[in-house]
């Protein structure tokens, strides 16, 4: 789990690389170590960063649901893992995204890191300030209603 809500902004270099942010860091200490896997989002053009543990955990559930004699069980797998990569962070605190999920997410330089619970979405900039204004107040308000508002403290 990612004990943090804040969203970071970096750059990557013309490689691809990014420089975890130092807040990032402290959060991500013991993850650090063990390297991520990085993947295609399902829902939007972002990449999903997930420690190591996490991704075990995604794979453990997925082994509990799935069927490997089913062909639909199959092809959901396949398209879901489509594209993974695993990525190590270097002393310098640096990871590389590889060429084909850079375009895929269409990121240039600037990026914006968002922890998500379990996982980092890593969008670029441009694409994750239209995505965020693109969600109309009224229907967040109510979205956040339904599924937050029968929740009594």
């Known amino acids: 789990?990612?004990?943090?809500?804040?969203?970071?902004?970096?750059?990557?270099?013309?490689?691809?690389r990014i420089t975890v942010p130092s807040g990032l860091k402290v959060v991500l200490d013991k993850e650090l170590q063990n390297g991520f896997v990085?993947?295609?989002?399902?829902?939007?053009?972002?990449?999903?960063?997930?420690?190591?543990?996490?991704?075990?955990?995604?794979?453990?559930?997925?082994?509990?649901?799935?069927?490997?004699?089913?062909?639909?069980?199959?092809d959901y797998l396949r398209k879901f893992t489509a594209g993974v990569k695993e990525v190590e962070v270097d002393a310098a605190a640096r990871f590389?995204?590889?060429?084909s999920l850079v375009e895929y997410a269409q990121i240039d330089k600037e990026v914006v890191?968002?922890?998500?619970?379990?996982f980092i979405e890593i969008w670029d900039r441009e694409l994750f300030e239209a995505q965020?204004?693109?969600?109309?107040?009224?229907?967040?308000?109510?979205?956040?209603?339904?599924?937050?508002?029968?929740?009594r403290v």
Request: proline share 5%.
């Open 1 to 16: 789990m990612i004990h943090s809500s804040v969203t970071y902004e970096c750059k990557a270099d013309s490689k691809g």
């Open 38 to 74: 990085l993947k295609p989002s399902v829902f939007n053009r972002c990449i999903e960063l997930y420690p190591q543990g996490e991704w075990q955990e995604i794979m453990e559930k997925m082994r509990a649901k799935l069927n490997l004699f089913s062909k639909q069980h199959l």
């Open 132 to 151: 965020n204004n693109s969600i109309d107040e009224e229907a967040f308000m109510q979205l956040s209603e339904k599924i937050m508002g029968n929740d």
């Open 113 to 118: 890191l968002v922890p998500l619970i379990n």
């Open 96 to 99: 590389l995204i590889p060429k």
